[in-house]
Each structure stands twice: as C-alpha cells, then as structure tokens.
C-alpha cells in the first residue's frame, strides 16, 4: 500500500461571519501499488482538498495519512518538502512550465531538491529518454512557448515523472485541451504509469476519463463512494 487516509476530517472558514463548512468527515481511502484511481464530482464537493491532502499540500483538521508505512500527519515542513520531491509528481490543469527556461530544464528541476549531488548527464539522458517516448524528441531545447497546449501538458507529466515517484497526482490535466487532445494525454499519462509502477489518482469532470481508471470515487451525499 502506498498512501493511506484513516478517519481524516477536513473542514475550512468561508468567511469571519459564515460558520466553517466541513469537506471530509470520517474519511478513509487507501491507494495500493500500480493503481489508478479517479475522483469525480461537482465543483466545491472536496475534490481537490481530496487530492491536496494525499500530496501533503494540506493538512487534515484530525485523522492520519500513512505514506508507504510512515505517519505523514506529524512531519515538519522540511521533511514533507522530501517526502514530496521524492515520492510524488504533480499535475495540474495549468502546465506550470517556467517560460524563461527550455524544455528539458523545466522537466529536470523536480530533480534538484532531490539531490544536488546527482550526475547531470544522468539526469538529462533520463529526460531526454522521456521526452522522446511523449513524441518530444525534437522539442528538448525550445521554451514553453514554442509548444502547442497539448505538448505543454506531455512537458507536465514527464517532469511529474522524472524523480520516479511512487505516486502522481493530476488535477483535471485535460481541462484546458479539446477532447481529442485530452483523451491523448490521458492514455499517456496511464501509460507511463504503468511502465513506471506508478499509482495514479485523476481528477476529472470527465466521465469518459474517470471510468478508464481501475477505481472511480464519485461525490454523493456528502461524501466520496467508490463506483
């Protein structure tokens, strides 16, 4: 098992005058080795402080997350940010490429808060390796904004994969794409999951995503219900 959520509450202040509403009650998940999940639902249902919570972005108001064995809820700032640039790739619906640096520099750096000791040709061998099987090859030292839409997001998931994680989390990463663009880095999002044995969990507003995953949490009554 890679991530575990047990009893996890989570509930935020709209306002000085607004009593706190809460997200999660009671929560439990646990996400194994080489699985794919998805998470669908209404906007404002808890969605992404779902998946904010299982990347250590947020804390929970009470209840543990179990990251492959170790208790993620007691960690400092410092061991968190380890824990993150080790074991977990983010997407998100914007690429967030730097503009100001080529393609292959914006999928290396997750690699420098890992270890500023590694060998450099290494490091830029494996990006080169991974950007050539996203059809990228030739794109390795141009800047972001060179790139179409769709290339910018497959720059997204090869740097969410470069350190190796044993988990990605994606965002709605085809919520800025057309439905042909989307279903293509959908399919190769999974893909080099499955190569990597990396677990993935999706956020998605699209069905048709959400029922390619292995596991479907869909928002009901107040809480996520597997489907």
Known sequence: MIVELKDIFKSYSEGE???????????NLSINFDESISIVGPS?????????ILGTLDKPDSGEVVFNGELVTNMNDDQLSKL?????????QSHHLLPQISVIENVILPTLAVNSKQNNTIIFDEAETLLSEVGLKN???KFPSQLSGGEKQRVAIVRSLINKPNLVLADEPTGSLDKSRGEE???LLKS?????????????HDIEIASQMKR????KNFDFIES
């Open 17 to 27: 005058d607004n009593p706190r509403r809460d997200i999660l009650d009671s929560f």
């Open 44 to 52: 404002g249902c808890g969605k992404t402080t779902l998946l904010n």
């Open 84 to 92: 993150r640039a080790e074991k977990i790739g983010f997407i998100f």
């Open 139 to 141: 794109e390795v030292n």
């Open 185 to 187: 880095i959908i399919d």
């Open 192 to 204: 080099l999951c499955v190569n990597n044995q990396t677990s993935l969990v999706v956020v998605t």
């Open 216 to 219: 479907r949490l869909c928002f």
